[in-house]
Structure formats: C-alpha cells, structure tokens
Antibody, heavy 120, light 106 residues
Framework: EVQLVESGGVVIQPGGSLRLSCVASGFTFDDYAMHWVRQAPGKGLEWVSLIGWTGSDTYYADSVKGRFTISRDNRRNSLYLQMNSLGPEDTAFYYC?????????????WGQGTLVTVSS | DIQMTQSPSSLSASVGDRITITCRASQGIGNSLAWFQQKPGKAPKSLIY???NLHSGVPSKFSGSGSGTDFTLTISSLQPEDFAIYYC?????????FGGGTKVEI
C-alpha cells in the first residue's frame, strides 16, 4: 500500500524558516518524481514544486521560487521542502504527492498533509 | 500561466441525481486534464487523468470528457459519499494549475 506521511508543520513567525518532510512507503521511491502541493485553509489547491527521481531536476511555482527548496534522500525514502522567508501567504496545508509511473505530472497518491501556520 | 475556470462554484443536488461540472482552460491543453475529489478535513483524492481515464479503484459512476479548452466531470447517481469539493487541474504546462473548485452539497 502506498503511504506518504508528511511532518514538520508548526506555527512559525513571519520571516522564519522551516523544513517539511515526507516519508514514502509501499513503492520504490527512487523510481518516481515527487511534488509538493499546498492549500490555504478553506481555499483551493496550489502546486508548489516538483523534483525528479534523481533529485537533479527541480521546478517551482513563482510564488515560492527563491525561498523554497525541494530535495530528496532516496536512501531514506524521504522528500523535503525547505521553506525560508516565510510570510502569512505561506500558511497552508502542505501535501506530498506521488505522480504516476508514466507521467510525472499525473498526480496519483496524496499524503494526509501537514499544516504550516505563519503568524506572529 | 494557464488559468482554469470551474463552473458552477457550488451546486445543490439530491441523492440519485446526475450532475455535471465544467472546467475551462485559458488556452488549449489537449487532454492534459485531471479531476480530484476532496472531502472535509481530508487530502484530495485523484479521480481522473487524461480527461477521461479513471484512476484505479474509482467507481464508474465518475466520468470525464473534453479536450482542448473545455472539459466536464459527470457523476451519475449521486450518493451521500459523493458530496465533496471537486477540482480540475491542467498538467499541460508548468506551473501546474487548478480550478477554483466546485462544492457539491445536498
């Protein structure tokens, strides 16, 4: 069974930094690209970032480019999102998403999400 | 960026009804269109990809159609577990973008 478990969400002050983690199980992690998607409370979905299976290819939404860094550790079956210079607009549930085996852009499995709240 | 517009933003329906949700892309995306279902307090669930292909385990009461800029999600015979928010998403170009959602209420 595919499982994606996010962690690291906390209440943090504006300007702060935070690293989210996602531990994957039930599939061969290094066969897949991985995404982060976020959702502000009561709002819609926003794609954040993609990392290729080797970790060398990364893509970001303009809203986070230069502030967030996606990475992965295939030995630990883990995906990360380093978030710097956080602002209230970054308050959201952050979901780890595994795409299909065939297309990196077809979302298949979602984690349960972890909540980041940026507030003073 | 490609803008995705869903309509309606909400709809009221009854158990047993057939409903259709529309999604329009601001430019042609071929069939690179997905649909997701989200229930309160839960993560989204993937329903459909490539405009009309059901993900594994998704019941056949869900169906999708369309290509280019106009797409639809149809749910035949609504059941209580189908009341949720539905989102479309284009994956033709980065950044991947979602529609604003359609809330299906009793």
């Amino acid at each position: 069974e595919v499982q994606l478990v996010e962690s690291g969400g906390v209440v943090i002050q504006p300007g702060g930094s935070l690293r989210l983690s996602c531990v994957a199980s039930g599939f061969t992690f290094d066969d897949y690209a991985m995404h982060w998607v976020r959702q502000a409370p009561g709002k819609g979905l926003e794609w954040v970032s993609l990392i290729g299976w080797t970790g060398s290819d990364t893509y970001y939404a303009d809203s986070v480019k230069g502030r967030f860094t996606i990475s992965r550790d295939n030995r630990r079956n883990s995906l990360y999102l380093q978030m710097n210079s956080l602002g209230p607009e970054d308050t959201a549930f952050y979901y780890c998403v595994r795409p299909s085996a065939t297309y990196n852009e077809v979302f298949d499995y979602w984690g349960q999400g972890t909540l980041v709240t940026v507030s003073s | 960026d490609i803008q995705m517009t869903q309509s309606p933003s909400s709809l009221s329906a009854s158990v047993g009804d057939r409903i259709t949700i529309t999604c329009r892309a601001s430019q042609g995306i071929g069939n690179s269109l997905a649909w997701f279902q989200q229930k309160p307090g839960k993560a989204p669930k993937s329903l459909i990809y490539a405009a009309s292909n059901l993900h594994s385990g998704v019941p056949s009461k869900f169906s999708g159609s369309g290509s280019g800029t106009d797409f639809t999600l149809t749910i035949s015979s609504l059941q209580p577990e189908d009341f949720a928010i539905y989102y479309c998403q284009q994956y033709s170009r980065y950044p991947l973008t979602f529609g604003g959602g359609t809330k299906v209420e009793i």
